[in-house]
């Protein structure tokens, strides 16, 4: 089985990018072949900054190594270290309907938020299905936001084999039901576009200042809250801390008794827990550049060495070889 994901270098990864696509991608390296990139081409449509995107690239490379992504057990580059797969996304648009792009969610979505729209934002889901196709992926671990992006592929690789001959092998997403939407501050979605993130490595003071801002209703300590696994803070608890602490918590919440700022309290005592290591991690990473380099250098050099193969498949099928 091979697994592909991949994570946008947008801004500084936060507790939704851990929960919703990093931890899971960690676990699955000990369930098939995985291959893991840094999409930088796909941070082309919300970063217009060169420096801010090298920046994140970086970040994004320092927090997946440090939270537990082994270049052993996986495949870690970044995305436009393998230039196949912007060849590949021009022969899957000449089989591209425009009408299935102009359904996906993702880019109705953003332009109701205003976001102007270009070609990139529109185009999208292409170049993710030759991110995806290119690597013959068998399973894509996605958020439940992307899984009709993946959807896509699946329609474009079809659509490919039947114009041209078996070429692509026809990926499934797979959703975390349990992680599929982290909670940011405010209860949305966490999300750098909404600006509610906590950051997976930050100060303990900013971290801090985070967690104990989030806003509560107005009930007291004394007051039972039937409805307390609605409470941000909670859900959040349930994802750093252990079965049992969560269930304590929350049967203390529903009886009365515990107020809100001891609930914030124990929620940053076990969030700072969960990312020590990771934390210790990082700081040997970034004092060590050499390494994070070469990590990278060897997983372009594994990707390409399945990308060419795929994308020389995909040639002779359509007649451009």
């Not at 030759?130 to 996605?142: E, G, H, K, R, T």
């Not at 939407?181 to 950051?199: A, E, F, L, R, W």
């Not at 930050?202 to 004394?222: C, H, N």
């Not at 124990?266 to 990082?282: D, S």
Request: proline residues 5%; hydrophobic residues 40%; charged residues 25%.
């Amino acid at each position: 089985m091979r697994i592909l994901s991949g994570i946008q270098p947008s801004g500084i990864l936060h507790v939704g990018n851990y929960f919703g696509m990093m931890k899971p991608a960690i676990e699955l390296q000990e369930q098939g072949e995985a291959y893991y990139f840094i999409a930088n081409y796909h941070s082309m449509t919300s970063v217009f900054e060169a420096e801010k995107r090298r920046e994140y690239v970086r970040g994004v490379a320092l927090d997946f190594l440090a939270c537990g992504l082994d270049p052993v057990k996986s495949v870690f580059f970044i995305q436009s270290d393998v230039p196949e797969v912007t060849e590949l996304t021009w022969l899957l648009s000449s089989v591209t309907p425009m009408g299935l792009l102009e359904r996906c969610h993702s880019y109705k979505d953003k332009l109701a938020k205003d976001i102007s729209p270009n070609h990139g934002l529109f185009a999208y889901p292409v170049l993710m299905a030759a991110d995806i196709l290119i690597y013959d992926a068998n399973v894509v671990p996605v958020g439940r936001d992307q899984k009709q992006h993946v959807e896509v592929t699946r329609d474009l690789a079809i659509k490919f084999n039947g114009l041209y001959g078996e070429t692509f092998v026809i990926p499934e997403p797979q959703i975390s039901e349990a992680t599929a939407t982290v909670p940011g501050v405010d209860g949305q979605k966490m999300s750098k576009s909404y600006h509610n993130t906590i950051n997976i490595f930050d100060t303990e003071k900013a971290i801090r200042k985070r967690i104990m801002g989030l806003v509560m209703d107005s009930r007291t300590p004394d007051e039972p809250k039937p409805d307390a696994e609605k409470n941000i803070a909670i859900q959040l608890l349930k994802l750093v801390a252990s079965a049992d602490v969560y269930s304590e918590t929350l049967e203390k919440l529903r009886a009365g008794g515990l107020g809100y700022g001891d609930l914030k309290k124990t929620l940053f005592t076990h969030y700072w827990e969960q990312f020590a290591e990771a934390r210790k991690r990082r700081d040997e990473l970034e004092a060590d550049p050499t390494y994070v380099d070469g990590v990278l250098a060897d997983g372009a050099e594994k990707a390409r060495e399945v990308a060419s193969g795929v994308l020389k498949r995909a040639r002779r099928a359509c007649g451009i070889d």
